[in-house]
């Protein structure tokens, strides 16, 4: 479960692709 920072904003990668903004 990796959650990247992409602009400040934490997008889930493993859960939701790019879903949570």
Known sequence: ???P???GR???T???PS???
């Open 1 to 3: 479960m990796t959650l």
């Open 5 to 7: 920072t992409t602009g």
């Open 10 to 12: 934490v997008w889930y």
């Open 14 to 16: 493993s859960i939701e």
């Open 19 to 21: 879903t949570h903004f």
